[in-house]
């Protein structure tokens, strides 16, 4: 049950079975670290639960069929996955990032895996040329995010899987923005896909977990290995919450595009906001590759106050909108990105990709457009 059916019949039914036991429709969190064995050598499959358990199988195979792979890892969190992804490289390999990626994968890189003699070059990988610019002889993989976090800008994924290809390089996507509902960076030729589940495939803000989706045989052999030996597992009952979440992610990931749109609209209207940053907008620079690439455009939006007092003002006084880190939930949340997700990112390269003092971001949530609308023309009033 692979790619023959639809997505939002994949979502919830991939990967569980009726529980045999009971028939219970929905997969128990099997809560434990240890199964009995019959006679020496002899069990059901299931030896101790960092290596297998019965719930995290169940939300790695929904993912997989999700994301169109041959294997999931559920993972500890987000950057749990990054990290085991590192672990595909070797001393002295060098490795190509998007320049505006998530603050946290930037210190991982930065601050703990280049104490293992890894190499970074970060650039905007929405531009072919540099990223061909920034190949070297020992450049193994491309780690990319699109659309970016915050400003939202796309890399385009057949590209780069094309150019990765012919030069050997792994290309992995974090596909944690758009959700496989709206683009299966796989299907397009990338090698392995992650995602912090703690957005939109839990759905819910009630859970931080991870996922790395692959589908060449050594990866997944080496990926299984290291699942087993780092021991960074997703636990079963944040396992089981990621399936739940997925059961409605058609349905959400629509909601969040229609709320998405209506709000980046509202924002490019409003007077006192000065730019909008949202792949829908026909004003984006690469709305034609985000039509190609994309079903719909997703729930994030950025917009530009002006300055750090604005986006102050703006924050202290929304009431529907929560102040929070954290995107892809039914809730919308609003976020200051240059103190919250990127404060660990230079104020040099900070400003060259954006993310200015007056930058504000929002997860658009599942809430009526109209509310939010509301909420956010009476925190805009103050400006
Ligand atoms: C794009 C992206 N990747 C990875 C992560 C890390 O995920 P986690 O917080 O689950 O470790 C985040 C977290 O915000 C993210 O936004």
């Not at 590192?86 to 320049?99: E, F, K, S």
């Not at 739940?244 to 906001?273: C, D, I, S, W, Y």
């Amino acid at each position: 049950m692979k790619n023959q059916q639809g997505f939002a019949t994949r979502a919830i039914h991939a990967g569980q079975e009726p529980d045999p036991s009971t028939g219970a429709i929905i997969t128990p969190i099997y809560q434990t670290s240890t199964y009995v064995q019959e006679a020496l050598g002899k069990h059901k499959g299931y030896e101790y639960a960092r290596t297998q358990n019965p719930t995290r199988s169940a939300v790695e195979a929904n993912v997989a069929a999700l994301e169109g792979g041959k294997a999931g890892f559920a993972c500890a969190s987000g950057m749990a996955a990054i990290g085991s992804i590192a672990t595909l490289l070797q001393a002295g390999d060098h490795m190509i990032v998007t320049d505006n990626t998530y603050g946290g994968t930037y210190r991982l890189f930065e601050r703990v895996l280049r104490r293992y003699q890894l190499d970074f070059t970060y650039v905007d990988t929405g531009d072919e040329a540099q990223v061909l610019a920034a190949i070297k002889p020992n450049t193994k993989m491309l780690f990319i995010e699109t659309p970016t976090n915050p400003i939202l800008r796309l890399s385009d994924l057949a590209r780069l899987a094309d150019i990765s290809r012919k030069r050997n390089i792994k290309f992995v996507v974090d596909n944690t923005f758009a959700s496989p509902y709206i683009q299966r960076p796989l299907d397009l030729g990338a090698d392995i896909v992650i995602h912090s589940t703690t957005k939109y495939l839990n759905g819910h803000s009630d859970g931080v977990g991870g996922m790395i989706i692959a589908n060449n045989d050594a990866d997944i052999e080496w990926l299984r290995f290291v699942q087993n030996a780092e021991g960074a597992i997703l636990g079963p009952m944040d396992a089981w919450l990621v399936l739940r979440g997925t059961k409605t992610l058609a349905v959400r990931m629509q909601a969040h595009n229609a709320n998405g749109m209506g709000l980046a609209e509202f924002l490019t209207g409003h007077p006192k906001v000065q730019k909008v940053y949202y792949p829908g907008l026909t004003t984006h620079p690469q709305h034609e590759l985000a039509k190609r690439q994309m079903r719909g455009f997703g729930g994030m939006i950025s917009f530009d106050t002006g300055s750090l007092d604005n986006a102050k003002a703006v924050l202290g006084r929304v009431r529907l909108l929560a102040l929070a880190e954290s995107l892809g939930g039914v809730e919308s949340l609003i976020s200051h990105p240059a103190t919250m997700t990127h404060a660990s990112v230079p104020e040099a390269m900070r400003n060259a990709i954006g993310v200015t003092d007056g930058l504000v971001r929002i997860s658009a949530g599942i809430e009526d457009l109209d509310d939010l609308k509301d909420d956010l023309t009476q925190a805009l009033s103050v400006l």
